[in-house]
């Protein structure tokens, strides 16, 4: 969504290369309509039950902020346009696609064994065709060392002893860092913008930054 809502400001404004699609906007288009316009396109491709409930009420609702006119028009007709060329030019990329992974059994050292009876989240990334990257693996780094190496058994020790909850090595960084880390991705992220909007609305942003 956020590519199709750059391409589509790209499209009217202007000012730097579209990420993946390019098209030539009508003069005056609406950049607001367009990124609306675009939003939605991709947002119901992709999430098709939320649209009656969640999209088209949000979507009708950026819309009638807009002035009615050759410009709306356009803008939304620019943001559909390239909503749709960005969906087919992902088509079949792997997004989703269903993997199976079958842990060895009995049980082997080295191999990956899930902790839960549900399966692997989003195992998926790994073939799908990156939107930048030649390969998923383009920039992937070394893996593990040996099991039977001396660097193997030095992390291993030192897992047991900084990670430990009777650890008397790790710092109270350490801990503050290990807590953070701990706690899911999407309650972090959520975190952080309400502290950027607590801080933007008590005054305490500077917006020099």
Known sequence: M????????????????????????PRRAS???????????????YLPAQAATIVDPAYTGSLELIPDGQAKTDGIAVGEDVAAQLIALRDDDGFREPVTYTPPTPPVPGVWIPTAPSPAIGPYP???????????????PDGPPELRSRQWA???????DVGSSTSTTRTADQTLAARLWAEAPVQ???????????DITHGSWEWSR
């Open 31 to 45: 950049a607001e309509a367009a990124v609306a316009a675009a939003a939605r396109g991709i947002l119901v491709h």
């Open 154 to 160: 030095r992390e291993y020790n030192e897992v047991k």
């Open 126 to 140: 790994g073939l799908m065709v990156p939107f930048r990257l030649d390969s998923a693996d383009q920039f992937r």
């Open 188 to 198: 972090q992220a959520r975190g952080s913008f309400r502290t950027f909007v607590l």
């Open 2 to 25: 956020a590519i199709a809502v750059y391409d589509s400001v790209m499209a009217v404004e202007g000012g730097y290369e579209p990420f993946a699609v390019g098209v030539d906007a």
